[in-house]
């Protein structure tokens, strides 16, 4: 009997999935288990797989107005929970929950898909608004992850194609915008008589990994489960909210 090969790539629900539990470890650590470190450092992952299936999401669904139409109800939903998350109040304006920034990208990658026919010196000043853009109003709506979040949106639009110099873009693009742009805290690691500093934010780029080893199949699909990745964002966050208001 032929022995059954072991198939390491990953579907799109996988990625979900992934997604979700990465996102849990790093809210748990903000909200209820503050300084278990190892959970922020998974949470990393979970910004560029949910970046990914964005762009994914844009050029696969049916019906974009439906689309986004579920990010913007989602997007209302979420805000008082994450409110209570990350605030521990009803109103929490200086910080809005990441769906916002989603949908800001998915208006500068509609914006970009728009251009296509035109000259590439047009389609190449309008990518280069489109980031310009996306760092602003990142950072004046003040959008979870800001800038950094709607250009790691970008990222995984520019370089969408699976060419092979999509994958050292992608590489070098993330690794500027976690280790450079965002930077913040840093491990000290001792080699022998070498001391290195691991970015802690740096971690994201592992997120690669899974998101290489996806070949664009969509896994076991439902309704049900499609609204369920929805809701996870919203229920989770108001879980965590009142368990730390109660602490």
Not at 17 to 24: E, P, T, V
Not at 100 to 129: A, D, P, Y
């Amino acid at each position: 009997m032929p022995q059954k090969k072991f198939n390491m790539e990953m579907t799109s629900m996988t990625l979900h999935i992934l997604a979700m539990l990465f996102m849990l470890c790093d809210h748990l650590w903000g909200t209820v288990v503050p300084g278990n470190d190892w959970l922020t450092c998974i949470g990393r992952l979970a910004f560029p797989i949910y970046a990914f299936m964005l762009v994914e999401g844009y050029f696969h669904t049916k019906n974009l107005k439906k689309y986004i139409c579920r990010l913007l109800l989602f997007a209302v939903l979420s805000e008082i929970p994450f409110n209570l998350a990350m605030g521990s109040r009803l109103l929490y304006p200086i910080h809005q929950n990441v769906l916002w920034s989603f949908l800001i990208s998915i208006g500068l990658i509609h914006w970009n898909e728009k251009t296509k026919t035109k000259k590439l010196w047009q389609r190449t000043v309008i990518g280069c608004l489109s980031v310009i853009i996306g760092y602003t109003v990142g950072l004046l709506t003040m959008v979870d992850f800001y800038h950094a979040g709607i250009l790691t949106v970008l990222v995984f639009y520019f370089f969408r194609a699976r060419k092979w110099w999509c994958y050292p873009g992608q590489l070098l693009c993330l690794w500027y915008i976690n280790v450079e742009l965002l930077g913040g805290f840093s491990y000290e690691v001792q080699l022998g008589d070498m001391t290195y500093f691991l970015s802690r934010q740096g971690l994201a780029l592992l997120a690669l990994i899974p998101i290489w080893l996806y070949r664009g199949k969509q896994g076991y699909h439902s309704k049900w489960l499609q609204y369920t990745y929805y809701a996870f964002y919203p229920l989770h966050l108001l879980i965590l909210g009142i368990i730390k208001f109660y602490l």
